[in-house]
């Protein structure tokens, strides 16, 4: 029972082990929180992966005068990388003109893997259409020239 007698040696070990758990569920919520921020926010796939993959590429480029449209024919890798999102963006005389293809516009699908694809823009308010930038989910993958047809 003399050992009872001493309680302030037990009360400061009770309070480190207290103080000690504290810090680490502290530190343990602070990590998950963290964590699940920085997942939230990187994408699946970043624009080194689709360049180097070479996801979509653009094997052929013509300019149609008669009928104001580009006839573009796209090629889709064998790889799985998803994509969610193609943009055309057509170059030319100090000007541009962005169309967008992806899951959320109706008049447009996006290629399926090792898929190739005829896409034809028309209604272009550029006359003298000069080149195309293919982009994927924001990551410019190529600029390729536009032909006469």
């Known amino acids: ?7 302030k040696g037990i009360s400061e070990v009770i309070s480190v082990v207290m103080i000690i758990m504290l ?3 502290a530190a343990a919520i602070v990590f998950a929180t963290v964590r699940s921020s920085i997942s939230q926010l990187s994408p699946g796939i970043d624009c080194t992966t689709h360049t180097i993959s070479n996801t979509l590429s653009v094997k052929y480029a013509c300019y149609d005068k008669e ?4 006839e573009l024919t796209i090629k889709r890798n064998i790889n799985e990388d998803s994509i969610s999102r193609a943009d055309f963006k057509i170059l030319g005389e100090g000007s541009s003109e962005e169309l967008i293809c992806g899951n ?3 008049g447009c699908n996006l290629l399926s893997p090792g898929e190739t694809k005829n896409y034809y823009l028309e209604e272009l308010k550029i006359k003298n259409p000069e080149s195309v930038v293919l982009s994927v989910d924001g990551c410019t ?3 390729t020239t536009i032909r006469p047809c």
Do not use: A, D, P, Y
């Open 23 to 25: 810090t680490v569920s």
């Open 1 to 7: 029972m003399s050992f009872i007698k001493n309680k």
């Open 67 to 70: 009928l104001n449209r580009i």
């Open 104 to 106: 959320t516009c109706g």
């Open 141 to 143: 993958l190529e600029k």
